[in-house]
Nanobody, 123 residues
């Protein structure tokens, strides 16, 4: 019954922007850190960003720092990823997840995942 559903992916040109959404159902994740990971074909799932349960603290991968912004709305049981200045190397399936530790930058620290949304950035 617990679901995390990502949306907002698509095809954009380099330099463009996308806003990803992740809406949870079945339980509240307001007391959980949330995060975004991405996985490109043939690569491991890669940390992108995480946000504390209150949404005050955030942490980003160096590769996206300054371009991506993670946020959350606990009233809506949702987490978002605003992606600006997109690069072809950002192309991947993006997954949101709920973690059990505060600063969760490893995939194994997450115990709930969405199904992913495809982001493709053309050059």
């Amino acid at each position: 019954q617990v679901q995390l559903v990502e949306s907002g992916g698509g095809l954009v040109q380099a330099g463009g922007s996308l806003r990803l959404s992740c809406v949870a159902s079945g339980r509240t994740f307001s007391n959980r850190p949330m995060g975004w990971f991405r996985q490109a074909p043939g690569k491991e799932r890669e940390f992108v960003a995480t946000i504390s349960w209150r949404g005050v603290s955030t942490h980003y991968a160096d590769s996206v720092k300054g371009r991506f912004t993670i946020s959350r709305d606990n009233a809506r049981n949702a987490v978002y990823l605003q992606m600006n200045s997109l690069k072809p190397e950002d192309t991947a399936v993006y997954y949101c997840g709920a973690a059990r530790v505060f600063i969760a930058i490893n995939a194994y620290e997450y115990d709930y995942w969405g199904q992913g949304t495809q982001v493709t950035v053309s050059s």
